[in-house]
């Protein structure tokens, strides 16, 4: 079960609420809660699989939009620390972060797959969202979720912006 009052409960309930309202509006394509919410499950569901539960953090290397959006709540969903990469980011800054977070797992897409499979080496596991089954769309994925838990880390260039 969530903890209440984190993102995934609190996401949750909107679902309940509002199943069919629109969630997200991206480009030509738009997706209701209830869409969103089984996008979410069937990805925290596969990152689950891959590494069990408890918090740590998780490498996305995918594009702005709806599939990103998916990935950072099923993620959330999974406890798991979302480390959020631009796929236009040098090799050598992806690979610093890579290497910095000790992140095991680098989700993407097949736009960008074969750039995290040339960072992944052999330490890292790589999952492709559009590869992953709808076996945990139907349901939430019921993870417990601590107060303590990290839910994103992030890096930023380091300029002061003066």
């Known amino acids: 079960m969530t903890s209440p009052g984190s993102i995934p409960d609190r996401f949750e309930k909107i679902v309940q609420t509002h199943p069919d309202r ?29 590494l069990g539960s408890g918090n ?13 959006i998916a990935c950072f709540l099923g ?4 406890d798991k620390s979302v480390v959020a990469i631009d796929p236009s980011f ?8 890579l290497k910095d ?5 680098i989700v993407t897409d097949d736009v960008n797959f ?6 992944s080496g052999d330490s890292r596991i790589l999952c492709d969202i559009g590869e992953l089954g709808d076996d945990c769309a ?5 993870c417990e979720i601590s107060g303590d838990s990290s839910g994103m880390i992030s890096y930023t260039s ?3 912006g003066d």
């Open 75 to 78: 993620l959330l969903k999974a």
């Open 56 to 68: 740590e953090p998780v490498a996305t290397l995918l594009p702005n939009g709806v599939g990103s």
């Open 22 to 50: 629109l969630a997200i509006k991206h480009k030509n394509r738009s997706v209701t809660y209830d869409e969103l919410n089984k996008a979410a499950n069937r990805i925290g569901g596969g990152i689950l699989k891959a």
């Open 158 to 160: 380091g300029s002061t």
């Open 138 to 142: 139907g349901h939430n994925l019921g």
């Open 114 to 119: 074969n750039v995290a499979k040339s960072l």
């Open 90 to 97: 040098p090799l050598q800054r992806i690979d610093y972060i």
């Open 101 to 105: 977070t000790a992140a095991r797992l």
